[in-house]
């Protein structure tokens, strides 16, 4: 099982403010995927990083893959309810695992 | 139209009973899984099947079998069911063990 460390584990904002969630490993992985998981539900995939380096916007969602391909890190720019969630990275070593996990809960 | 799809979404049993939580996709994916999620949201992979061969099972206690009777379908049978088996069972599906994964809804099992 290949251990994938996300910080922080749990975030509470105001809307309209911006944030970042990390994810970070000592493994190097081919490809790494972020998911967004709501109360009740299965998580849902946002976006899939290839490339050390790569950079992805989903709106107000940055994604971007380590040079090394070791981490990756989510940016949202000015947050809103609707961002409310938990946060998924999984790195693909052949399979993917999941990081622990960030809660964002977004205040109105 | 569920992609995935699992039953029960809510499973209240005693400990030491037998249980089945049921999986289907209709996504004509080739792989399967199960995950558990617990109560620190840790979503750990515990089985994964590709044309009903299984692939991958991680250290999950002998107690948790899963059946695949065809391509579209993953049940999961659990044994003498114990208190720290309560959690959230995930099902889900993907063309390929290294493309997106699509979950179903979610299965709560709590063991009283």
């Known amino acids: 099982t290949q251990l994938l460390e996300q910080s922080p584990q749990f975030l509470s904002i105001q809307e309209g403010e911006n944030l970042t969630v990390y994810c970070n490993s000592s493994?190097?992985?081919?490809?790494l995927q972020w998911y967004r998981q709501e109360p009740g539900e299965g998580p849902v995939l946002l976006v899939t990083v290839v490339t050390g380096g790569e950079v992805k916007k989903l709106k107000r969602l940055t994604f971007q893959f380590g040079d090394a391909r070791k981490d990756s890190s989510l940016h949202i720019t000015a947050a809103q309810p609707g961002d409310t969630g938990l946060y998924l990275c999984?790195?693909?070593?052949?399979?993917?695992?999941f990081g622990t996990g960030t809660s964002l809960t977004v205040i109105p | 139209d569920t992609a995935v799809s699992q039953t029960p979404k809510y499973l209240v049993t005693q400990m030491g009973n037998d249980k089945s939580i049921k999986c289907e996709q209709n996504l004509g994916h080739d792989t399967m899984y199960w995950y558990k999620q617990d109560s620190k949201k840790f979503l750990k992979i515990m089985f994964s099947y590709n044309n009903k061969e299984l692939i991958i099972n991680e250290t999950v206690p002998n107690r948790f079998s899963p059946k695949s009777p065809d391509k579209a379908h993953l049940n999961l049978h659990i044994n003498s069911l114990e208190l720290g088996d309560s959690a959230v069972y995930f099902c889900?599906?993907?063309?390929?063990?290294?493309?997106?994964?699509?979950f179903g809804q979610g299965t709560r099992l709590t063991v009283v």
């Open positions: 493994s190097v992985f081919s490809s």
């Open positions: 889900a599906s993907s063309r390929t063990r290294r493309t997106e994964a699509f």
């Open positions: 999984a790195g693909d070593s052949g399979q993917f695992y």
